[in-house]
Structures are given as C-alpha cells and as structure tokens.
C-alpha cells in the first residue's frame, strides 16, 4: 500500500461529514472525513472510537463534558458514551472504529435523523 496524504483525501470529499475508509486494521476501520463547521446530532456505539484531529479543532460533547480536540490530538470516546459535534468544528479528522455496528443516532425535531458520519 502507497502512503496516503490524510489532509488532501478530506479536502477531495465531495460531502462533509461523510467518511472515506482507508483501511483496514484487524477488525477497526480507519476512515477519514471533512468536518465543515456544522454540529452533529448525539450518537452511541457498541464498540469504542477513537478521533484523531489531522488539522483544525474538533468541539466534542461527550457523556455531557465539552472538550476541544486540537490537531495532533485524539479523542478516545468509550463503547456507550453519548457524544455529539458541537458547531465550529473544522478541519480534517480520522476515526478508528470497529465496523459492523451503525451508530444510533436520535431523531431530531423534524422527524429526520441528522446527517452521518459514517461512510
């Protein structure tokens, strides 16, 4: 496999918050995605994920605590742990997650679920 350039993969998504995969490690998928300054609706996983900031800052609320993920940081949000994108959040982001189970994601007020991070 070629080395990937992270940063200009997200910049060629033709969607926001929709990941690319770029692999496989065991089980856990390693996928990329633009974040564009929209908030997205809470979510829960069965299994752990991990988000990594590439470049721009990542406004998380996790288990009703905001933090802000800053390029070069990660993020470990555990297996059950609601979490949420704040408004603001830019940049590039990697999530290592264990496929096969789709986040469960709220309605929202309008009766439609909010846009997914998923690919």
Do not use: F
């Amino acid at each position: 496999m070629n080395a990937v350039d992270i940063r200009s993969t997200a910049a060629g998504l033709p969607h926001a918050w929709h990941s690319l995969p770029l692999g496989q490690v065991g089980k856990a998928t390693v996928k990329v995605l633009r974040m564009d300054g929209r908030p997205m609706a809470t979510e829960t996983h069965d299994t752990p994920e991990a988000l990594m900031v590439i470049d721009g800052t990542l406004h998380l609320r996790a288990d009703d605590i905001e933090v802000d993920v800053h390029a070069g940081q990660m993020y470990l949000v555990e297996a059950g742990i609601a979490h949420a994108v704040r408004p603001g959040s830019h940049g590039t982001l990697v999530i290592v997650d264990i496929g096969g189970h789709p986040p469960t994601r709220p309605e929202t007020t309008t009766g439609h679920p909010e846009h997914s991070c998923a690919p």
